[in-house]
């Protein structure tokens, strides 16, 4: 079955750097699109990034230019790379498998914590 799992949350100040990863297995990873989703509290779930199979990219509005999705096929992994964060970043971030467009899968990750001190 579809197993993911993140990695590489942390507290950090604002205009911080952290590197979130997701690590795949269960499915042919190279295949599939990833995206990156976030929950902050009492908000609903929300898109950040996405990954094609082929590397085509696309993010959110507010985090373009900030944020970076990557993809190594080789270790089945998705990276999120976030820059300059801003106490509003604070959120749980989610892995997600095969994403059409903006619309996430049914398979996710458990979530990494995200919390960005101002």
């Known amino acids: 079955q579809v197993q993911l799992v993140e990695s590489g949350g942390g507290l950090v100040q604002a205009g911080g750097s952290l590197r979130l990863s997701c690590a795949a297995s269960g499915f042919i990873f190279s295949i599939a699109a990833m995206g990156w989703y976030r929950q902050a509290p009492g908000k609903r779930r929300e898109p950040v990034a996405i990954?094609?199979?082929?590397?085509?990219?696309n993010y959110a509005d507010s985090m373009k230019g900030r944020f970076t999705i990557s993809r190594d096929n080789a270790k089945s992994t998705v990276y999120l790379q976030m820059n300059s964060l801003k106490p509003e970043d604070t959120a749980v971030y989610y892995c997600?498998?095969?994403?059409?467009?903006?619309?996430?899968?049914?398979?996710w990750g458990q979530g990494t914590q995200v919390t960005v001190s101002s």
């Open positions: 997600n498998a095969g994403p059409r467009s903006w619309s996430p899968s049914s398979s």
């Open positions: 990954i094609t199979s082929g590397g085509t990219t």
